[in-house]
């Protein structure tokens, strides 16, 4: 149980409910978390700090073949694609933007998939494009668990909708729902609760 | 488009024995990524795609150079620019000239980022300016020094935050993209100036087979963003050849997320956003 591995995608109007979730998780939340959210590309640090004073874990943009660890929070730097390579480290790359995005969360999720298989959690939060759908498909078709954003809630309805067109994802929750759905996800993966 | 990893293998093992070629050293998600564009973008299956690289030259040329390209852009990273600018430049400015080595320069806006550093800083003159990749496509288009207008006028964001933030403009006053580039907005172009496009020599190297092809010395190397495409054990080999490459107490510069691990990580030594050489006796 303890290889699952968490995944949020999202753009224009995630970055508050990213906030949200990354504060309310618990001190105690081991499973690592990989968020790839597009953002401008010049606008380059600051992401990463401002949600680490929100988050009680750490959050990393990683390195070119980090591992990935349990308890970190990893973030895509902005202007590379993030993959996830086959031991369980990240891999980097400046191939030409995907979908109009560079982080794309198609690479992202789909390389995750791959290695992660049925312990990849997906999340597909609000978002302005339809990057991220094929890859939330792709964590379905290998048997991970799928959780889209309510987009009734989302300030910009068009990535949920967009995966909701391609595939059925095991849940759509509110942001307070998809919180307490990774606390006790967690938990049972880790204290046997 | 699904690859399996037996079909990864094949390829690379097909393009190795036909080819001069290596990838088996190149990180997988990415690799496969390109190989999966190539097949879409040639409608082609894979058993099509091996049989045609064993058999016709051209194409497997023409599918390395797609494999194998890679994106950049006038002064990325602005803060390298400005560490470059006011901590690398400085301590190499009174040397009688300056080799710098830009390795996978790709189509070329790094090494003319450079030059136009260099300019600036008086230090044109004495410097020999290198750049090299695999790819003679990049090579050739690194001559030609003509850019997209549409895909790179963002990029001279960058060029304000190094040469236009509000101290440098206070110093020298501001500094106008007219100098170094005609831009013709009507035909979507930048165009590098001539007297630039003098300056630098381009040619292609392959950082996994060829040694240092210059037989000289380098004050300065930099490397960004290629290393994330090789494994550990190339990365290595890339490292030794970097390190045997450089003069005593000179630099290497890689990419932001890139890092030195293994044993050229002591004789390589961090100091922020770039390498410095150690001296050994």
Redesign the interface.
């Known amino acids: 149980m303890k290889n699952k591995i968490i995944l949020i995608g999202g753009s224009a109007g995630s970055f508050s409910v990213v906030t949200q979730i990354l504060t309310e998780l618990p001190k105690n939340f081991r499973i690592p978390i990989v968020l790839c959210l597009h953002r401008l ?2 606008v ?1 640090s600051g992401f990463a700090e401002a949600l680490s004073l929100k988050s009680s874990n750490p959050v990393i ?5 980090d591992r990935i660890e349990e308890g970190k929070i990893y973030i895509a ?1 902005a ?3 993030l ?4 031991h369980k480290h990240f ?6 933007s995907i979908n109009h995005s560079r982080p794309s969360i198609d ?1 992202t999720f789909v ?1 995750t998939a791959s290695v992660y298989k049925e312990n990849v959690i997906a999340i597909i939060l609000s978002g302005a494009n339809n990057d991220g759908a094929y890859g939330i498909k792709r964590v379905k078709d290998l048997g991970g668990i799928t959780i889209v954003q309510n987009p009734e809630e989302c300030q910009v309805s068009t990535m949920p909708v967009s995966s909701i067109r391609i595939m059925k994802p095991d849940f759509i929750l509110s942001s307070t729902e998809i919180i307490k759905y990774l606390i006790d996800i967690n938990n049972k993966a880790f204290f046997g609760k | 488009m699904d690859i399996t990893d037996d079909e990864i293998l094949k390829l690379v093992e097909t393009v190795k024995v036909t080819s001069k070629y290596d990838f088996s050293d190149y ?4 690799f496969r ?2 190989i999966e564009k190539v097949v879409t973008d040639n409608k082609l299956s894979v058993d099509d795609l091996l049989k045609r690289l064993k058999t016709d030259k051209t194409f497997l040329e023409k599918i390395v150079r797609d494999i194998t390209v ?3 852009e006038l002064l ?2 602005p ?1 390298v620019w400005i560490t470059l600018r006011d901590k690398i430049l400085p301590e190499l400015k009174n040397k009688e000239s300056i080799n710098i080595w830009h390795a996978g320069c790709s189509s070329g806006q790094e090494v003319y980022s450079m030059l136009i550093m260099l300019n600036e800083l008086g230090l044109y003159d004495k410097t020999n300016v290198f750049g090299t990749d695999l790819n003679t496509d990049m090579i050739e288009e690194s001559k030609r020094a003509i850019y997209k207008y549409q895909f790179n006028a ?1 990029y001279f ?2 060029f304000d ?1 190094v040469f236009n933030s509000t101290e440098e403009v206070a110093k020298r006053g501001k500094l106008s993209y007219d100098k170094y580039f005609t831009i013709d907005k009507n035909k979507d172009l930048i165009i590098v100036k001539d007297f630039l496009k003098k300056k630098p020599f381009f040619r292609t190297h392959d950082l996994v087979n060829d040694d240092n092809v210059f037989g000289i010395f380098f004050d300065l190397i930099i490397c960004r ?1 290629v ?3 090789f494994n ?1 054990k190339l990365q290595n080999r890339v490292f030794d050849l970097f390190h045997r490459s450089l003069f005593p107490d000179s630099f290497l510069i890689i ?5 030195i ?1 293994g044993p050229f990580s002591t004789r390589l030594e961090k100091r922020g956003l770039y390498y410095k050489k150690r001296h050994e006796y």
């Open positions: 590309k010049h380059r943009e990683p390195y070119d073949k730097p202007n590379y694609h993959y996830i390579e086959a891999a980097l790359s400046t191939e030409d690479v390389s | 990180t997988e998600k990415s990524r390109r890679n994106t950049t990325r990273d803060n963002i964001e960058n935050a963003n290393l994330i495409y550990n990419g932001m997320h890139e890092s691990l």
